[in-house]
């Protein structure tokens, strides 16, 4: 049984590989957390698309996702990048949540998990 961890660190890791299944950590907009929720959304869904590639996978397998945001009134304006984003016809199930995130600059976060190609 083998589990192949990428961007590896001390406290987590970015993505697991198991039976070919991809896991990925939560996204968040690191490089930029004080865009507004469509700036961070579209950071966060460019690093998805990133760490999946590098993974052997991409949106269309998107198994399922859980989306965290700081406030439910921003759930319109991150859907309205995510409508942009996603596979049509290859939509995953998804719950979206308002939460309180570690940082408070963070108003989104991203959980995937997908298959392989």
């Given amino acids: 049984m083998e589990i192949k961890r990428l ?3 001390k406290r987590m890791s970015e993505v697991a590989i198991h ?4 896991y990925l950590a939560g996204q968040v907009a690191a490089s930029d957390p004080g865009a507004d ?5 579209r950071e966060v869904l460019a690093a ?5 590639a590098e993974a052997g996978s991409d949106k269309s397998c998107i198994l399922s996702t859980q989306i965290f945001i700081a406030d439910i009134a921003l759930f319109p ?3 309205e990048v995510w409508d942009e984003w996603v596979a049509q016809g290859h ?7 308002e939460a ?4 408070p600059a ?3 976060e991203i959980v995937v998990v997908a298959a392989q190609r």
Avoid at 48 to 52: A, F
């Fill in 106 to 108: 963070w108003l989104v």
């Fill in 37 to 41: 929720i469509q700036g961070q959304t």
């Fill in 100 to 103: 309180k995130l570690a940082n």
């Fill in 7 to 9: 961007y590896v660190g």
């Fill in 19 to 22: 039976n070919n299944t991809v």
């Fill in 91 to 97: 939509t995953p199930p998804r719950a979206t949540v």
């Fill in 48 to 52: 998805i698309d990133k760490l999946l």
């Fill in 77 to 79: 304006a991150m859907n």
